[in-house]
């Protein structure tokens, strides 16, 4: 099992960020051991995008932990819906996270909204699948294309970022935590940025779009693959239209 030496912050973070990661971090420490790799590949300083796996209700704080340590606390891109929650909306906005409105006229605010935050160096942090992955042995499905989309009308570079783990501290949609007294090993892997050189100039067209994320995502999985030692499906799921007011019978 691997460690690092948690990297000082030294980008701007509101206090109440700071007052969480006082909080949770040691909770994490107390509940998880740490599988941690490709640190050497999160900028010490400047604007990027993460993008990760989705698999987990607290895969997220994995990730944020793994960042956090790395210097580099990260501004999520969080689903609109979550912020109308009464205590954890709130929580949400005193944190400076991103709420995205789907499938509204308010969707492209998320966009500039994450982009005001690139200019300003912050780590922006995305789930490109939008929500837990359906499929059936938690590989990471097919994307939307909102990260791709960032990226080339931004500019930043994107670390993708493997997890596995998080499962085993609250399984997908599950209403209890698992045994922590095992203090399960969380894996998370970054890999060096995704080369979106080419498609750059075309930062407007949505194929292009789509082409990123498609890069984005193979990476990522290929992260996650190296992480479970295993192989992934050939093609990765895609979700249904039905499948997302549903929960999987998985």
Not at 31 to 52: K, L, M, Y
Not at 173 to 190: C, D, F, W
Request: with cysteine; hydrophobic share 40%; proline share 10%.
């Amino acid at each position: 099992m691997t460690t690092v030496k948690r990297r000082p912050i030294r980008q701007r973070v509101p206090w109440s960020y700071r007052a969480v990661i006082g909080t949770l971090r040691p909770v994490l420490m107390g509940i998880t051991r740490r599988d941690w790799s490709g640190g050497e590949h999160i900028p010490a300083s400047g604007a990027f995008i993460v993008a990760s796996n989705h698999y987990s209700e607290v895969d997220p704080l994995m990730l944020a932990h793994f960042l956090v340590d790395h210097g580099r606390p990260p501004f999520f891109l969080a689903k609109s819906s979550l912020f109308a929650v009464p205590v954890l909306g709130a929580a949400l906005r005193s944190l400076e996270h991103v709420p995205v409105h789907r499938a509204t006229s308010r969707a492209t605010d998320a966009l500039a909204a994450a982009r005001a935050a690139l200019a300003e160096g912050k780590c922006i942090a995305i789930m490109p699948e939008g929500t837990l992955t359906r499929d059936p042995d938690l590989w990471p499905m097919k994307a939307r294309p909102g990260v791709g989309r960032l990226a080339l009308t931004s500019g930043a570079p994107v670390v993708p970022v493997g997890q596995w783990g998080a499962q085993e501290v609250l399984a997908r949609y599950a209403r209890r935590p698992g045994n922590l007294l095992r203090r399960p090993i969380q894996k998370v892997r970054a890999g060096p940025p995704v080369d979106l050189s080419d498609l750059m100039a075309r930062k407007d067209d949505p194929r292009a779009h789509a082409e990123a994320t498609a890069r984005v995502m193979a990476a990522v999985t290929g992260l996650v693959a190296e992480l479970r030692g295993e192989t992934p499906p050939d093609t990765p799921y895609e979700m249904k239209a039905g499948e997302r007011h549903r929960r999987p019978s998985s």
